[in-house]
């Protein structure tokens, strides 16, 4: 009789898996142009361009939750499709910590998308 390691008891179909690595390959490609925004949006400042505060955080926490992705759900489905044992404790020691911060960054975006509505209407009131 095979000895059952935990977390190996799931199965992982080659669908899940393709479907899994191409919303990583997306993730990662968010991740990136997340960064780029970020960029622009603290060191491109012009002179008749609104405030870019709230964008810029925007930005960040969308890049967090593209990197979360990354860290949930592609490493989960890698570890179990290839019963990786170094994926696995890995995995178990930093998922609680990331799904706390994960909801976190879920909860805050609504918000910031509201405080930037309002940055850029205080923004075009006071032109005019």
């Known amino acids: 009789m095979e000895e059952v390691t935990c977390g190996y008891t799931e199965e992982v179909s080659m669908a899940r898996f393709a479907y899994i690595s191409v919303g990583g390959i997306v993730a990662c490609i968010g991740c990136v142009s997340n960064l780029l925004l970020l960029y622009l949006f603290t060191c491109r400042q012009l002179a008749n361009s609104p405030p870019q505060l709230y964008p810029a955080i925007l930005a960040f926490l969308d890049m967090l939750l593209c990197f979360f992705f990354l860290m949930i759900f592609v490493v989960d489905v890698n570890m179990i499709y290839n019963r990786s044992e170094y994926l696995f404790l890995i995995f178990h020691r930093y998922i609680i910590f990331t799904f706390c911060t994960a909801k976190l960054v879920q909860f805050l975006i ?11 209407y205080t923004w075009i009131d006071n032109k005019q």
């Open 110 to 120: 609504p918000y910031l998308l509201m405080l930037g509505t309002l940055e850029r």
